[in-house]
């Protein structure tokens, strides 16, 4: 049963014909010019890979009349985050030789390599599959990279939760051979077995991208609200553990189409672990039968929800999962954490959570930074990596006799230690946009070390220093870092200006609303300080900004 009716996208098309995510991609790849044709640039991204160019130099060349500098990026997806010292190097040694020298770590906890040329995308797929890696459905209309808070990995006493976004990854991963044969195993495509796809995929896969998170039951640094699907550990007094499910979250919104709108998940049953597959499963095959596959702006799922209403949504889950779902049990939030700092785990070992700057591990000059700092440490010390939605960095399963010796390390690279940060700095967030990004509209990781000592710099002036206040900026509504749910959302309108998004939930539970647009960077602290001043005066002890301004200012 199709909702939609009308007449479907070209992506749509493009996919039905794709032979399952083949198309032109092999020959596209193979030309020795910069660039991939138009249908192979939709194709490309279910192989986690997205046709940019330079932005930077786009103008100056267009009127030169040159060719765009034309630059691939490449998504690799990290079920969990969790990367061994290994993964690690082979990543570190990728951003050297095919990509521009640095590792993206996304708010995802994924992986993403910026600046990779055509002929650098078969060896960089070559390198990540030795290490059992894949950028395969990290990006396209699939079930996306499943996020999990890094406490879960570390601390779980329940053993079937370490594996779960692995288990997640490798359940959802569509099963087309397209990839191998494409990009890891040359041309394969004379003698290949007979393309076949998922059920919950079909040949026209999902209608756009899908998200699924996995929540610490204490905390919600995956903002597991803001997802597609999400799963909360929790215990049913006769099923015994189990998961808490929520459904049809998602942020994005666009400018130009005033019916797009960013949706918190609603809480939809509780399964056990038996039962998870399969209430996914329904719940993709009535996204895959119900989205709109009409328009690509509201193709999300949270457009279903919210279209059909509630009940009628879980009705059809319900159908295809072929049973009544029960009710959720109460759902409960304390703040995120940053996971920042040392901290010690269940088994005795010790993690450092370091932070990293919207995410870009990179050096300050040659053989010293935080790439340095993180190679070597991955050469010497037998660690495990994970990457945070906050775009930072774990290392895990430290000896705790090691501690001193990691510090040391760190210090001598210049990476500072989280008692050292600004509360701002310590949270902030923004996604790559300029000048990589196709639909930004404003800068946001290049801006945001400026906009932090702009915030940090009004907190001070008020006496507010120790006080905590979640930041995130984006360069377009698309809201890639959250924007939506922050405390402060700082969101690209035009090239110089940003629309103002306050009174988040530091635990991500409640949307920010607009509050002011159009707003230039360095007029942002004039906005802020008359309700900065109003939260030192009127707020209850301890009562986070975003809670106060949706208690007092906007109620
Ligand atoms: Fe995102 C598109 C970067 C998380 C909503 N996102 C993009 C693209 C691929 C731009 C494009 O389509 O041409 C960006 C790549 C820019 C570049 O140069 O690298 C991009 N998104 C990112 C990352 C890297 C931001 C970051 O700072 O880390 C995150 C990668 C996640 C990952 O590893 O898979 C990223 N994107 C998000 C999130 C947050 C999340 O998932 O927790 C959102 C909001 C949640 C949601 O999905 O609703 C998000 N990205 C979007 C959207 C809006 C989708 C929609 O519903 O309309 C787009 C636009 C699109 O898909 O066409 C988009
Ligand atoms: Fe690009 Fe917009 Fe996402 Fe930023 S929020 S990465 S500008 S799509």
């Keep these: 049963m199709a909702l939609i009716e009308g007449s479907h996208t070209a992506e749509e098309d493009i996919k039905r014909s794709s032979d399952f995510l083949r198309g032109d991609l092999s020959s596209d790849i193979a030309r020795s010019d910069a660039s991939v044709s138009g249908g192979s640039e939709h194709l490309l991204k279910f192989h986690g890979i997205y046709a940019q160019d330079n932005r930077d130099v786009r103008r100056e060349r267009s009127l030169a009349g040159e060719s765009l500098e034309y630059i691939f990026m490449v998504r690799v997806a990290i079920p969990g985050g969790k990367l061994s010292t290994e993964q690690w190097l082979a990543l570190d040694a990728v951003a050297s030789d095919i990509a521009d020298g640095t590792i993206r770590l996304t708010t995802r906890q994924a992986v993403q390599f910026h600046g990779v040329l055509k002929q650098g995308l078969r060896p960089m797929a070559h390198e990540l599959d030795?290490?059992?890696?894949?950028s395969f459905g990290a990006c396209g209309d699939v079930v996306r990279n499943t996020v999990m808070c890094p406490d879960l990995l570390s601390n779980a006493t329940d053993r079937r939760l370490l594996d779960m976004a692995d288990r997640i990854a490798a359940t959802f991963k569509p099963t087309t051979n397209a990839h191998w044969e494409i990009f890891v195993n040359g041309d394969k495509s004379a003698s290949r077995e007979p393309a076949s796809e998922h059920s919950f995929y079909g040949a026209t896969y999902l209608p756009r991208k899908?998200?699924?998170?996995?929540?610490?039951?204490?905390?919600?640094?995956?903002?597991?609200?803001?997802?597609?699907?999400?799963?909360?550990?929790?215990?049913?007094?006769?099923?015994?553990?189990?998961?808490?499910?929520v459904v049809?979250?998602?942020?994005?919104r666009s400018y130009a189409q005033p019916d797009t709108f960013a949706r918190l998940a609603d809480p939809l049953t509780f399964v056990t672990h038996?039962?998870?597959?399969?209430?996914?499963?329904?719940?993709?095959?009535?996204?895959?039968?119900?989205?709109?596959?009409?328009?690509?702006?509201?193709?999300r799922m949270k457009y279903v929800a919210a279209d059909l209403g509630l009940a009628p949504f879980r009705a059809q889950i319900e159908q295809r999962y072929g049973r009544a779902l029960r009710p959720a049990l109460p759902l409960a939030f304390e703040d995120a954490d940053d996971h920042l700092g040392w901290r010690t785990n269940a088994d005795g070992s010790c993690q450092l959570g370091v932070r990293v700057g919207a995410g870009r591990v990179g050096d300050v000059t040659e053989g010293h930074g935080l790439r340095s700092a993180l190679r070597e440490i991955a050469e010497s010390f037998d660690v495990t990596f994970l990457i945070t939605a906050q775009q930072d960095i774990v290392i895990s399963k430290?000896?705790?006799?090691?501690?001193?010796?990691?510090?040391?390390?760190?210090?001598?690279?210049?990476?500072?230690?989280?008692?050292?940060?600004?509360?701002?700095?310590?949270?902030?967030l923004?996604?790559?946009?300029?000048?990589t990004?196709?639909?930004?509209?404003?800068?946001?990781?290049?801006?945001?070390?400026?906009?932090?000592?702009?915030?940090?710099?009004?907190?001070?002036?008020?006496?507010?220093?120790?006080?905590?206040?979640?930041?995130?900026?984006?360069?377009?509504?698309?809201?890639?870092?959250?924007?939506?749910?922050?405390?402060?959302?700082?969101?690209?309108?035009?090239?110089?200006?940003?629309?103002?998004?306050?009174?988040?939930?530091?635990?991500?539970?409640?949307?920010?609303?607009?509050?002011?647009?159009?707003?230039k960077l360095d007029?942002?602290?004039?906005?802020?300080?008359?309700?900065l001043e109003r939260w030192k005066l009127e707020g209850l002890a301890d009562e986070s900004f975003g809670d106060f301004f949706g208690r007092v200012v906007e109620p």
Excluded: W
């Excluded at 039962?275 to 193709?299: K, Q, S």
């Design 430 to 435: 923004a996604c790559p946009a300029l000048p």
């Design 523 to 531: 007029d942002i602290p004039g906005v802020l300080r008359p309700l």
């Design 274 to 299: 038996e039962e998870v597959n399969d209430v996914i499963r329904a719940v993709l095959a009535t996204y895959r039968d119900l989205g709109d596959r009409t328009n690509r702006r509201r193709a």
């Design 437 to 519: 990004c196709g639909q930004a509209l404003a800068e946001a990781e290049r801006k945001l070390p400026d906009l932090v000592s702009l915030v940090q710099g009004e907190l001070d002036a008020n006496g507010l220093t120790k006080r905590r206040l979640q930041l995130r900026m984006t360069g377009c509504p698309n809201g890639c870092a959250r924007p939506a749910v922050a405390e402060v959302g700082v969101v690209g309108r035009t090239k110089n200006s940003y629309d103002l998004y306050l009174g988040g939930g530091p635990r991500g539970d409640r949307l920010a609303s607009l509050y002011q647009e159009k707003v």
């Design 248 to 252: 049809a979250g998602g942020l994005g």
């Design 130 to 134: 030795a290490r059992l890696m894949t």
């Design 210 to 245: 899908f998200k699924i998170a996995i929540a610490n039951p204490h905390e919600n640094c995956v903002d597991v609200l803001a997802q597609d699907l999400g799963l909360i550990p929790a215990t049913h007094d006769s099923l015994g553990e189990g998961f808490n499910v």
């Design 398 to 428: 430290v000896a705790p006799s090691d501690r001193e010796t990691i510090d040391a390390l760190l210090a001598t690279h210049g990476v500072r230690r989280a008692d050292e940060l600004g509360t701002v700095e310590r949270s902030a």
